[in-house]
């Protein structure tokens, strides 16, 4: 079983609310990692978690809050946002950090965020 | 010049065509290869790891090009269901713009 759970699937919020996206997988990976995806790009990386670890983070600002309270689950938080932040929040987990053979990524569903 | 760099397609093909996309990367270090599709308004979902020595999965062939820095993927028997963006990704996090696929009936 390669999946990867997120919800919710869509979100609507407006500039001063707080809101948490999730993230769950039990296929016992060690990375989890957070993407942002706006139309017509690539996922952007913003956070990568090894070990339950924050070990990249990608100059995201601090409006956007990750935590990782197991080797199961991320979350996202976030706090005044702005319009701009609207985009398709993607979470992934792969084994293992590293980036080699046999260690890929598996993405979820994405949120779908609209700030308004 | 970009970590990794597609070609942004379009490729329009008819059903049944062969199509191949390169994807170039700049760190002549890099370790570990894939190509990912992503549908619209979807993930994206692991096609293939790329090894050394190739690899082939039914009408899906990856090469890699260490001398000249390139990854390729060929689709073989184009099928409508094969068109979707293919997203390059090196060492497991640089991601390439991606290729668009549309195969036509």
């Known amino acids: 079983d390669t999946e990867v759970t997120q919800t919710p699937k869509h979100l609507v919020m407006g500039m001063t609310n707080k809101k948490s996206l999730k993230c769950e997988q039990h296929?016992?990976?060690?990375?989890m990692y957070w993407y942002k995806q706006k139309a017509k790009k690539p996922p952007e990386l913003m956070f990568v978690y090894s070990y339950e670890k924050l070990s990249i983070n990608e100059s995201v600002p601090s409006r956007f809050s990750p935590e990782c309270p197991n080797s199961s689950l991320l979350n996202l938080h976030l706090h005044a946002l702005q319009p701009e932040d609207s985009a398709l929040y993607l979470c992934a987990s792969s084994p293992n950090e590293g980036g080699r053979r046999g260690y890929e990524q598996y993405f979820g569903p994405g949120t779908r965020l609209t700030v308004t | 010049r970009k970590e990794v760099e597609q070609d942004p397609g379009p490729f329009n093909v008819p059903e049944g065509a062969t199509v191949a996309f390169n994807c170039t990367y700049s760190?002549?270090?890099?370790?570990?290869f894939f190509w990912y599709r992503q549908d619209c308004r979807k993930e994206p979902k692991l096609l293939m790891s790329v090894y050394s020595s190739g690899n082939e999965d039914g009408r899906f062939t990856a090469q890699l090009n260490r001398a000249s820095q390139y990854i390729s993927l060929l689709i073989r028997d184009s099928k409508l269901s094969d068109s979707a963006t293919y997203l390059c990704v090196v060492n497991l996090l640089v991601f390439g713009a991606g290729t668009i696929l549309r195969v036509k009936s």
């Open positions: 296929m016992g990976h060690r990375a």
């Open positions: 760190n002549s270090a890099s370790q570990s």
